[in-house]
């Protein structure tokens, strides 16, 4: 199975400031399409994971674009570019190339 | 809009059985491949269970493999999964998600349905 790993796994950040979450994987999620399988959500407390971003780099419908990511291969960021207060709760990342889908530990951002 | 509404979860005892289901709506069940996911308390997401179109293949984690039995009813647009034997371990919350590509990729997610194995 692929290993997803994340960094941080907490991340105190303050209203306004720029926030950003690695994740790595074990193999190349980027598959023959040209594309990369690897997707961002975001699980506020109380709440089911939502969709932030796919394909590394594509914002799903509805999020705000101060939600950004990047990477190809094996190394992907999640990128806020002003933090918000509605922002708090824990950030997974995921890959979608390969049975079975495997996701990162998690990160927990949380406001100073 | 996709709308998943997980069902059938509860308090069971260790060794004991229970069957979840997945109410899907807002497209073309049988078109997809359905997969459950689920989160022990305070801990991160598990993949548990995946069944292709038509139910024509299955996977397992292997933590659940044996044990639990994914099944679907295209004509209810329903989801199941069959576990049993369960363990203090299978204590979460579990999901039932769609994919919006592929397999795995851009999940919708349900709302999720407790299971809490305890004597």
């Known amino acids: 199975d692929i290993v997803m790993t994340q960094s941080p796994l907490s991340l105190p950040v303050t209203p306004g400031e720029p926030a950003s979450i690695s994740c790595r994987s074990s193999?190349?999620?980027?598959?023959?399409?040209?594309?990369?399988?690897l997707d961002w959500f975001l699980q506020k407390p109380g709440q089911s994971p939502q969709l932030l971003i796919y394909?590394?780099?594509s914002r799903a419908s509805g999020v705000p674009d101060r939600f950004s990511g990047s990477g190809s291969g094996t190394d992907f960021t999640l990128n806020i570019s002003r933090v918000e207060a509605e922002d708090v709760g824990v950030y997974y990342c995921?890959?979608?190339?390969?049975?079975?889908?495997?996701f990162g530990q998690g990160t927990k951002v949380e406001i100073k | 809009e996709v709308q998943l509404l997980e069902s059938g979860g509860g308090l069971v005892q260790p060794g004991g059985s229970l069957r979840l289901s997945c109410a899907a709506s807002?497209?073309?069940?049988?078109?997809?491949?359905m997969t459950w996911v689920r989160q022990a308390p305070g801990k991160g997401l598990e993949w548990v269970s995946s069944?292709?179109?038509?139910?024509?293949?299955?996977f397992y984690a292997a933590s659940v493999r044996g044990r639990f039995t994914i099944s679907r009813d295209d004509s209810k647009n329903t989801l199941y999964l069959q576990m049993s034997s369960l363990r203090g371990e299978d204590t979460a919350v579990y999901y039932c998600?769609?994919?919006?590509?592929?397999?795995?990729?851009?999940?919708?997610w349900g709302t999720g349905t407790l299971v809490s194995v305890s004597s």
């Open positions: 394909l590394g780099s």
């Open positions: 069944i292709t179109v038509s139910g024509e293949h299955s």
């Open positions: 998600a769609k994919p919006g590509s592929g397999w795995f990729a851009r999940f919708d």
């Open positions: 995921m890959q979608a190339v390969q049975t079975p889908p495997t």
């Open positions: 193999q190349t999620l980027l598959y023959s399409n040209g594309y990369h399988f």
């Open positions: 807002g497209f073309t069940f049988s078109s997809y491949v």
